[in-house]
């Protein structure tokens, strides 16, 4: 055994042990599911986790708000992501076997701007609705999701794109902001026109 498979095995008897460790601190954490370090959370008991999920280093999931007797971050079964940033006040669910690449940002609020004289931190929180993402979908590297979106089952989400508006499933859409640019297989938008 070299160096470099020993600390990548002392890596992953870390992460484990951590992931065992933190499990019961939040709502429900499905069995194989795994947190890599460094990851940063608030509010676990409102975050639930789903069976065999990898949240990759540098995650950070954030709930600033706790109104909710319920969850308000869920993830399904088989969930991949890596330094992905989630923050809810009232609702992201995203659904099994969604893949979200690095630097992903999700959020179902923003905050508000209308005080001239108020750190535009301090204000309010503003716009709140719920963010759900569907089965299978896959979200790109650096992709910013906004407060009220609904992406469909199947979904593609280009690098770098700022999604304002619900993407049907079977999508790809890219962009800021990010518009439908075809149809997979299974898929019955229409797109572009025809002469």
């Known amino acids: 055994m070299n160096g470099l498979t020993a600390l990548t095995a002392l890596q992953r008897l870390r992460d484990a042990v951590f992931s065992w460790t933190v499990g019961p601190g939040f709502y429900r954490f499905g069995r194989g599911s795994r947190i890599l370090l460094p990851f940063r959370v608030a509010r676990g008991d409102k975050i639930a986790i789903g069976k065999d999920c990898l949240i990759g280093s540098n995650s950070w999931f954030m709930i600033p708000v706790d109104d909710s007797p319920t969850p308000t971050i869920v993830l399904g079964n088989r969930v991949r992501m890596n330094q992905t940033q989630i923050s809810a006040v009232s609702s992201v669910v995203i659904d099994d076997g969604v893949a979200i690449a690095r630097g992903v940002y999700i959020s179902d609020h923003t ?15 503003d716009r709140i609705a719920p963010v759900h993402i569907g089965r299978g979908a896959w979200i790109g590297q650096n992709a910013i999701i906004m407060p009220g979106v609904t992406i469909g089952a199947g979904a593609v989400v280009g690098a770098l794109s700022v999604v304002r508006d619900d993407v049907p499933a079977r999508t790809v859409v890219a962009g800021i902001p990010a518009r439908v640019i075809r149809s997979l297989p299974g898929s019955d938008v229409v797109t572009g026109s025809h002469s």
Do not use: A, T
């Open 111 to 125: 905050h508000g701007f209308d005080q001239p004289d108020v750190f535009i931190r301090d204000q309010p929180l």
